[in-house]
Protein backbone atom coordinates (compact mmCIF):
# COMPACT_ATOMS: atom_id res chain seq x y z
CA UNK A 1 0.00 0.00 0.00
CA UNK A 2 1.27 3.30 -0.96
CA UNK A 3 3.18 4.59 2.39
CA UNK A 4 3.37 1.14 3.82
CA UNK A 5 6.93 1.11 4.60
CA UNK A 6 8.82 3.50 6.36
CA UNK A 7 8.72 6.96 3.91
CA UNK A 8 12.67 7.44 4.60
CA UNK A 9 13.17 3.69 2.34
CA UNK A 10 10.34 5.22 -0.03
CA UNK A 11 11.86 8.49 -0.11
CA UNK A 12 15.29 6.56 -0.80
CA UNK A 13 13.49 4.58 -3.83
CA UNK A 14 12.29 7.24 -5.34
CA UNK A 15 15.03 9.84 -5.02
CA UNK A 16 16.10 9.43 -8.84
CA UNK A 17 12.50 9.21 -10.14
CA UNK A 18 12.06 12.86 -8.65
CA UNK A 19 14.97 14.30 -9.82
CA UNK A 20 14.39 13.27 -13.11
CA UNK A 21 11.74 14.92 -14.80
CA UNK A 22 11.82 13.15 -18.20
CA UNK A 23 11.10 9.77 -19.21
CA UNK A 24 10.56 8.53 -22.48
CA UNK A 25 7.63 5.63 -22.68
CA UNK A 26 8.33 2.89 -25.74
CA UNK A 27 4.93 0.95 -26.92
CA UNK A 28 6.50 -1.39 -29.70
CA UNK A 29 4.39 -4.19 -30.32
CA UNK A 30 2.16 -6.16 -33.62
CA UNK A 31 -0.07 -3.40 -33.14
CA UNK A 32 2.54 -1.54 -35.20
CA UNK A 33 2.20 -4.10 -38.34
CA UNK A 34 -1.02 -2.82 -39.69
CA UNK A 35 -0.61 0.37 -37.63
CA UNK A 36 -3.95 0.09 -35.23
CA UNK A 37 -4.71 0.62 -31.79
CA UNK A 38 -2.97 -1.79 -29.73
CA UNK A 39 -4.86 -4.52 -28.05
CA UNK A 40 -8.03 -2.37 -27.87
CA UNK A 41 -8.13 -2.94 -31.70
CA UNK A 42 -9.77 -6.57 -31.08
CA UNK A 43 -10.91 -5.48 -27.77
CA UNK A 44 -13.38 -3.26 -29.06
CA UNK A 45 -14.41 -5.21 -32.16
CA UNK A 46 -12.37 -2.97 -34.92
CA UNK A 47 -10.60 -6.12 -36.04
CA UNK A 48 -11.07 -9.82 -35.08
CA UNK A 49 -8.64 -11.28 -32.92
CA UNK A 50 -7.80 -13.91 -35.13
CA UNK A 51 -6.82 -10.83 -37.99
CA UNK A 52 -4.79 -9.12 -34.92
CA UNK A 53 -2.78 -12.05 -34.42
CA UNK A 54 -2.01 -12.28 -37.71
CA UNK A 55 0.57 -9.41 -36.93
CA UNK A 56 2.67 -11.75 -35.51
CA UNK A 57 4.10 -12.61 -39.13
CA UNK A 58 5.12 -8.91 -39.99
CA UNK A 59 7.16 -8.09 -36.71
CA UNK A 60 10.62 -8.69 -38.27
CA UNK A 61 12.92 -6.06 -35.91
CA UNK A 62 14.87 -6.06 -38.90
CA UNK A 63 16.22 -2.86 -38.69
CA UNK A 64 15.73 -2.93 -34.22
CA UNK A 65 19.15 -1.09 -33.31
CA UNK A 66 18.55 -0.62 -29.48
CA UNK A 67 22.01 1.09 -28.89
CA UNK A 68 20.54 4.00 -31.28
CA UNK A 69 17.21 3.85 -29.42
CA UNK A 70 19.25 4.43 -26.07
CA UNK A 71 20.79 6.92 -27.40
CA UNK A 72 18.41 8.75 -28.67
CA UNK A 73 16.57 8.65 -25.59
CA UNK A 74 19.52 9.94 -24.05
CA UNK A 75 19.66 12.92 -26.18
CA UNK A 76 16.62 13.75 -25.78
CA UNK A 77 17.26 14.86 -22.27
CA UNK A 78 15.24 11.85 -20.49
CA UNK A 79 16.97 9.90 -17.52
CA UNK A 80 14.80 7.24 -18.00
CA UNK A 81 12.82 5.00 -20.09
CA UNK A 82 9.68 2.34 -20.11
CA UNK A 83 9.40 0.04 -22.43
CA UNK A 84 6.08 -2.38 -22.73
CA UNK A 85 7.28 -6.15 -22.23
CA UNK A 86 3.95 -7.00 -22.99
CA UNK A 87 1.13 -5.30 -23.20
CA UNK A 88 -3.27 -6.15 -23.14
CA UNK A 89 -2.88 -8.23 -26.11
CA UNK A 90 -0.77 -10.86 -24.11
CA UNK A 91 2.45 -10.61 -26.95
CA UNK A 92 5.55 -10.72 -24.90
CA UNK A 93 8.59 -8.93 -25.96
CA UNK A 94 10.89 -11.22 -23.82
CA UNK A 95 11.70 -15.50 -24.01
CA UNK A 96 9.06 -15.88 -21.53
CA UNK A 97 8.60 -19.48 -20.62
CA UNK A 98 5.39 -19.22 -19.71
CA UNK A 99 3.56 -19.10 -23.14
CA UNK A 100 4.76 -19.03 -26.53
CA UNK A 101 2.82 -15.78 -27.28
CA UNK A 102 6.14 -14.22 -27.51
CA UNK A 103 7.91 -12.78 -30.37
CA UNK A 104 10.86 -15.42 -29.96
CA UNK A 105 8.70 -18.21 -31.15
CA UNK A 106 5.84 -16.43 -32.84
CA UNK A 107 7.60 -13.64 -34.99
CA UNK A 108 9.93 -13.31 -37.85
CA UNK A 109 11.92 -11.61 -35.21
CA UNK A 110 12.75 -14.82 -33.79
CA UNK A 111 14.99 -13.12 -30.83
CA UNK A 112 14.04 -11.76 -27.42
CA UNK A 113 14.50 -7.65 -28.06
CA UNK A 114 13.95 -6.85 -24.92
CA UNK A 115 17.47 -8.15 -23.27
CA UNK A 116 19.27 -6.13 -25.82
CA UNK A 117 17.39 -3.02 -24.83
CA UNK A 118 17.23 -2.88 -21.39
CA UNK A 119 21.56 -3.38 -21.77
CA UNK A 120 21.81 -0.60 -24.10
CA UNK A 121 19.51 1.98 -21.85
CA UNK A 122 22.07 1.04 -18.70
CA UNK A 123 24.91 1.54 -20.91
CA UNK A 124 23.82 5.05 -21.94
CA UNK A 125 23.25 5.21 -17.75
CA UNK A 126 19.28 5.19 -18.30
CA UNK A 127 17.36 3.80 -15.73
CA UNK A 128 14.96 1.02 -17.19
CA UNK A 129 11.45 1.02 -16.28
CA UNK A 130 9.72 -2.01 -17.45
CA UNK A 131 5.23 -2.17 -18.25
CA UNK A 132 3.33 -5.09 -17.70
CA UNK A 133 -0.07 -5.25 -18.60
CA UNK A 134 -1.54 -7.47 -15.55
CA UNK A 135 -4.35 -8.32 -17.55
CA UNK A 136 -4.39 -10.77 -20.61
CA UNK A 137 -6.65 -10.47 -23.26
CA UNK A 138 -5.06 -13.71 -25.02
CA UNK A 139 -4.33 -15.98 -21.99
CA UNK A 140 -6.91 -18.58 -21.70
CA UNK A 141 -7.71 -18.23 -18.47
CA UNK A 142 -8.27 -14.61 -18.48
CA UNK A 143 -11.95 -14.08 -18.03
CA UNK A 144 -12.31 -11.00 -19.59
CA UNK A 145 -11.79 -11.17 -23.34
CA UNK A 146 -13.61 -9.01 -25.85
CA UNK A 147 -15.43 -5.81 -24.18
CA UNK A 148 -18.89 -8.24 -24.72
CA UNK A 149 -17.76 -11.29 -24.33
CA UNK A 150 -16.68 -12.94 -21.02
CA UNK A 151 -15.03 -16.54 -21.06
CA UNK A 152 -16.34 -16.65 -17.55
CA UNK A 153 -17.42 -15.18 -14.60
CA UNK A 154 -16.65 -16.77 -11.20
CA UNK A 155 -13.88 -19.88 -11.57
CA UNK A 156 -11.68 -20.30 -9.17
CA UNK A 157 -10.01 -22.84 -10.18
CA UNK A 158 -9.23 -21.21 -13.93
CA UNK A 159 -8.29 -17.90 -11.66
CA UNK A 160 -5.75 -19.85 -9.62
CA UNK A 161 -3.67 -20.69 -13.06
CA UNK A 162 -3.92 -17.08 -14.44
CA UNK A 163 -2.55 -16.14 -11.67
CA UNK A 164 0.34 -18.28 -11.32
CA UNK A 165 0.88 -17.60 -14.85
CA UNK A 166 0.75 -13.67 -14.01
CA UNK A 167 3.45 -14.35 -10.88
CA UNK A 168 5.42 -16.70 -13.02
CA UNK A 169 6.17 -13.64 -15.89
CA UNK A 170 6.72 -11.02 -13.49
CA UNK A 171 8.94 -13.14 -11.49
CA UNK A 172 10.91 -13.37 -14.71
CA UNK A 173 11.05 -9.58 -15.49
CA UNK A 174 12.54 -9.17 -12.07
CA UNK A 175 15.62 -11.09 -13.57
CA UNK A 176 15.96 -7.69 -15.42
CA UNK A 177 16.40 -6.20 -12.50
CA UNK A 178 14.12 -3.10 -13.59
CA UNK A 179 14.63 0.19 -11.82
CA UNK A 180 11.16 0.80 -12.28
CA UNK A 181 8.04 -1.42 -12.72
CA UNK A 182 5.30 0.30 -14.66
CA UNK A 183 1.91 -1.78 -14.62
CA UNK A 184 -1.48 -1.21 -16.51
CA UNK A 185 -4.94 -2.77 -16.68
CA UNK A 186 -4.90 -3.22 -13.09
CA UNK A 187 -8.74 -1.80 -13.48
CA UNK A 188 -10.19 -4.81 -14.06
CA UNK A 189 -10.01 -6.89 -10.61
CA UNK A 190 -9.58 -5.69 -7.29
CA UNK A 191 -6.24 -5.37 -5.47
CA UNK A 192 -7.70 -8.75 -3.77
CA UNK A 193 -8.05 -10.81 -7.13
CA UNK A 194 -4.55 -9.31 -8.18
CA UNK A 195 -3.01 -10.22 -5.40
CA UNK A 196 -1.52 -6.72 -5.70
CA UNK A 197 0.00 -6.94 -2.45
CA UNK A 198 1.75 -10.28 -2.99
CA UNK A 199 3.17 -8.76 -6.69
CA UNK A 200 4.51 -5.85 -4.32
CA UNK A 201 6.06 -7.99 -1.42
CA UNK A 202 7.78 -9.95 -4.48
CA UNK A 203 9.14 -7.28 -6.31
CA UNK A 204 10.45 -5.42 -3.09
CA UNK A 205 12.19 -8.90 -2.16
CA UNK A 206 13.62 -9.31 -5.57
CA UNK A 207 14.56 -5.93 -6.53
CA UNK A 208 14.23 -3.72 -3.48
CA UNK A 209 15.73 -0.58 -4.52
CA UNK A 210 12.92 -1.03 -7.38
CA UNK A 211 9.56 1.97 -7.74
CA UNK A 212 6.37 0.72 -8.96
CA UNK A 213 3.72 3.08 -10.62
CA UNK A 214 0.45 3.55 -9.36
CA UNK A 215 -1.53 1.07 -11.27
CA UNK A 216 -1.38 -1.70 -8.77
CA UNK A 217 -4.98 -1.39 -7.35
CA UNK A 218 -3.22 1.56 -4.56
CA UNK A 219 -0.04 -0.83 -3.96
CA UNK A 220 2.86 1.62 -5.96
CA UNK A 221 4.60 4.26 -5.13
CA UNK A 222 3.70 7.12 -7.27
CA UNK A 223 0.70 8.57 -9.00
CA UNK A 224 0.21 8.04 -13.07
CA UNK A 225 -2.07 10.72 -14.75
CA UNK A 226 -2.45 10.40 -18.76
CA UNK A 227 -2.52 12.23 -21.53
CA UNK A 228 -4.43 15.28 -20.16
CA UNK A 229 -2.10 17.58 -18.16
CA UNK A 230 -3.28 17.57 -14.35
CA UNK A 231 -4.51 21.20 -14.33
CA UNK A 232 -3.48 21.13 -9.84
CA UNK A 233 -0.86 19.35 -8.71
CA UNK A 234 -1.46 15.58 -8.48
CA UNK A 235 -2.71 14.66 -4.49
CA UNK A 236 0.57 12.56 -4.19
CA UNK A 237 4.36 13.60 -3.26
CA UNK A 238 5.79 10.95 -6.39
CA UNK A 239 3.95 11.65 -9.98
CA UNK A 240 4.74 11.22 -13.53
CA UNK A 241 2.38 12.54 -16.47
CA UNK A 242 2.38 10.06 -19.31
CA UNK A 243 1.39 10.93 -23.00
CA UNK A 244 1.24 10.66 -26.58
CA UNK A 245 3.66 12.53 -28.99
CA UNK A 246 0.62 12.33 -31.56
CA UNK A 247 -2.54 10.57 -30.43
CA UNK A 248 -1.30 7.13 -30.47
CA UNK A 249 0.73 4.72 -28.13
CA UNK A 250 1.96 2.35 -30.71
CA UNK A 251 3.00 3.57 -34.30
CA UNK A 252 0.40 4.67 -36.48
CA UNK A 253 1.28 6.30 -40.13
CA UNK A 254 -2.26 7.62 -40.63
CA UNK A 255 -1.95 9.76 -36.96
CA UNK A 256 -0.14 12.68 -38.21
CA UNK A 257 -1.44 14.91 -35.18
CA UNK A 258 2.05 15.47 -33.66
CA UNK A 259 2.31 17.93 -30.95
CA UNK A 260 5.36 20.28 -32.05
CA UNK A 261 8.61 20.42 -29.84
CA UNK A 262 7.74 24.09 -28.59
CA UNK A 263 4.21 22.09 -26.87
CA UNK A 264 6.20 19.70 -25.32
CA UNK A 265 8.32 21.72 -23.87
CA UNK A 266 5.42 23.33 -22.46
CA UNK A 267 4.37 20.35 -21.19
CA UNK A 268 7.59 19.31 -19.59
CA UNK A 269 7.58 22.57 -17.98
CA UNK A 270 3.99 22.84 -16.28
CA UNK A 271 4.75 18.98 -14.87
CA UNK A 272 8.12 20.63 -13.96
CA UNK A 273 6.55 23.57 -11.98
CA UNK A 274 4.21 20.96 -10.23
CA UNK A 275 7.00 18.88 -8.69
CA UNK A 276 6.50 16.17 -11.73
CA UNK A 277 7.23 14.01 -14.39
CA UNK A 278 6.76 13.58 -18.21
CA UNK A 279 6.68 10.40 -19.67
CA UNK A 280 6.77 10.45 -23.29
CA UNK A 281 5.75 8.23 -25.89
CA UNK A 282 6.92 6.95 -28.88
CA UNK A 283 5.65 4.32 -31.40
CA UNK A 284 8.88 2.18 -33.06
CA UNK A 285 7.49 0.50 -36.44
CA UNK A 286 7.52 -2.95 -36.37
CA UNK A 287 10.96 -3.27 -37.93
CA UNK A 288 12.35 -1.68 -35.03
CA UNK A 289 12.54 2.33 -36.90
CA UNK A 290 11.40 4.90 -34.62
CA UNK A 291 9.54 7.54 -37.05
CA UNK A 292 11.36 10.19 -38.49
CA UNK A 293 8.83 12.71 -36.89
CA UNK A 294 9.56 11.08 -33.39
CA UNK A 295 13.15 11.14 -33.98
CA UNK A 296 12.59 15.38 -34.60
CA UNK A 297 10.80 15.19 -31.35
CA UNK A 298 13.07 13.47 -29.13
CA UNK A 299 15.91 15.84 -30.88
CA UNK A 300 14.03 18.93 -30.25
CA UNK A 301 13.50 18.53 -27.14
CA UNK A 302 16.92 17.82 -26.42
CA UNK A 303 18.42 20.78 -27.88
CA UNK A 304 16.25 22.55 -24.89
CA UNK A 305 16.89 20.36 -22.39
CA UNK A 306 20.82 20.15 -22.81
CA UNK A 307 20.77 23.82 -22.83
CA UNK A 308 18.39 24.03 -19.64
CA UNK A 309 19.80 21.28 -17.44
CA UNK A 310 20.02 23.31 -14.40
CA UNK A 311 16.11 24.33 -14.74
CA UNK A 312 14.90 21.47 -15.14
CA UNK A 313 17.13 17.98 -13.38
CA UNK A 314 16.18 17.89 -9.52
CA UNK A 315 14.16 20.75 -9.16
CA UNK A 316 11.09 21.20 -7.32
CA UNK A 317 7.54 22.78 -7.47
CA UNK A 318 7.68 26.05 -8.02
CA UNK A 319 6.27 29.06 -5.94
CA UNK A 320 2.16 29.57 -6.16
CA UNK A 321 0.43 31.10 -9.40
CA UNK A 322 -0.65 34.33 -8.48
CA UNK A 323 3.32 35.50 -8.30
CA UNK A 324 4.27 35.03 -11.87
CA UNK A 325 2.41 34.64 -14.99
CA UNK A 326 3.89 31.81 -15.73
CA UNK A 327 5.40 28.29 -15.05
CA UNK A 328 8.40 28.56 -12.13
CA UNK A 329 10.30 25.71 -10.20
CA UNK A 330 12.51 26.19 -7.58
CA UNK A 331 16.14 24.50 -7.05
CA UNK A 332 16.29 21.71 -4.63
CA UNK A 333 18.10 23.77 -2.27
CA UNK A 334 15.07 26.39 -2.92
CA UNK A 335 18.10 29.27 -3.44
CA UNK A 336 17.39 29.51 -6.63
CA UNK A 337 13.68 30.58 -8.50
CA UNK A 338 13.14 29.61 -12.53
CA UNK A 339 10.99 31.51 -14.60
CA UNK A 340 9.76 29.35 -17.56
CA UNK A 341 8.68 32.12 -20.03
CA UNK A 342 6.77 30.64 -22.87
CA UNK A 343 5.54 33.51 -24.62
CA UNK A 344 7.45 35.96 -26.46
CA UNK A 345 7.18 38.78 -23.67
CA UNK A 346 6.00 42.50 -24.97
CA UNK A 347 7.89 43.94 -22.29
CA UNK A 348 9.39 43.05 -18.81
CA UNK A 349 8.64 39.96 -17.01
CA UNK A 350 6.90 40.96 -13.19
CA UNK A 351 7.06 38.68 -10.36
CA UNK A 352 5.14 40.08 -7.56
CA UNK A 353 4.74 39.16 -3.70
CA UNK A 354 8.70 37.66 -3.22
CA UNK A 355 9.56 37.43 -0.15
CA UNK A 356 13.00 36.97 -0.12
CA UNK A 357 15.76 39.38 -1.67
CA UNK A 358 16.83 38.91 -5.10
CA UNK A 359 20.45 39.29 -5.61
CA UNK A 360 20.97 38.78 -9.39
CA UNK A 361 18.84 37.65 -12.27
CA UNK A 362 20.56 35.34 -15.29
CA UNK A 363 19.34 33.71 -18.50
CA UNK A 364 19.65 30.08 -18.08
CA UNK A 365 21.78 28.20 -20.72
CA UNK A 366 23.95 31.29 -21.38
CA UNK A 367 24.40 33.10 -18.62
CA UNK A 368 23.53 36.77 -19.67
CA UNK A 369 22.76 39.03 -16.53
CA UNK A 370 19.27 40.58 -16.79
CA UNK A 371 18.16 44.07 -15.35
CA UNK A 372 15.73 44.10 -12.69
CA UNK A 373 13.98 46.91 -11.61
CA UNK A 374 12.09 47.27 -8.35
CA UNK A 375 8.86 49.58 -7.70
CA UNK A 376 7.14 50.22 -5.15
CA UNK A 377 9.58 48.50 -2.04
CA UNK A 378 8.65 49.62 1.32
CA UNK A 379 12.13 51.56 2.48
CA UNK A 380 11.78 49.09 5.85
CA UNK A 381 12.13 45.86 4.23
CA UNK A 382 14.50 44.13 1.87
CA UNK A 383 11.98 42.43 -0.01
CA UNK A 384 10.80 43.86 -3.57
CA UNK A 385 7.58 45.13 -3.66
CA UNK A 386 7.22 45.00 -7.94
CA UNK A 387 10.18 43.19 -9.66
CA UNK A 388 10.67 43.93 -12.97
CA UNK A 389 13.21 41.80 -15.67
CA UNK A 390 13.95 43.02 -18.91
CA UNK A 391 14.39 39.74 -21.57
CA UNK A 392 15.97 40.90 -24.62
CA UNK A 393 15.22 39.57 -27.50
CA UNK A 394 18.36 38.45 -28.58
CA UNK A 395 19.09 36.41 -25.24
CA UNK A 396 15.67 34.29 -25.64
CA UNK A 397 15.45 30.77 -26.60
CA UNK A 398 13.20 30.16 -29.35
CA UNK A 399 11.13 27.76 -27.76
CA UNK A 400 10.73 28.70 -23.79
CA UNK A 401 13.62 31.03 -22.00
CA UNK A 402 14.04 30.39 -18.72
CA UNK A 403 15.39 33.01 -15.93
CA UNK A 404 16.84 32.38 -12.59
CA UNK A 405 16.78 34.59 -10.13
O1 LIG B 1 -4.83 0.64 -22.29
C1 LIG B 1 -3.61 1.25 -22.16
C2 LIG B 1 -3.18 1.99 -23.37
O2 LIG B 1 -3.20 1.16 -24.48
C3 LIG B 1 -1.79 2.54 -23.13
O3 LIG B 1 -0.87 1.49 -22.93
C4 LIG B 1 -1.81 3.43 -21.91
C5 LIG B 1 -0.50 4.01 -21.49
O4 LIG B 1 -0.63 4.62 -20.27
N1 LIG B 1 -2.33 2.71 -20.76
C6 LIG B 1 -3.58 2.06 -20.91
C7 LIG B 1 -4.73 2.87 -20.59
O5 LIG B 1 -4.61 3.50 -19.38
Redesign the pocket.
Known sequence: MVGQEKELSKDQRLAWFKDAKLGIFI?WGIYAVNGID???SFHNGYISYDDYMKQLDGFTATNYNPEYWAELIKESGAKYTVITTK??DGVALWDTKYSDLNVVDKTPAKRDVLTSFVKAARSEGLKVGLYYSLLDWSHPDYPNFLRDKKRYTDDAKRWAKFTKFNFGQIEELTKFNPDLYWF??DWEQSAETWKAKEIRDLLLEKTPTTIINSRLQGYGDYATP?QGIPITKPDSKYWEL?MTMNNS?GYQPNDTNYKSVNQIIRILVDCISMGGNLLLDIGPKPDGIIPQEQIDILKGLGRWTNKHKSAIYGTRAGIPFGHFNGYTALSKDKTILYLYVDNKPNGPLLIKGLKNKVNRAWVVGNGTKLKTNVVGKLYWSDVPGLLYIDVPEDVQDQDVTVIAM
Open positions: HESWHHDGECW
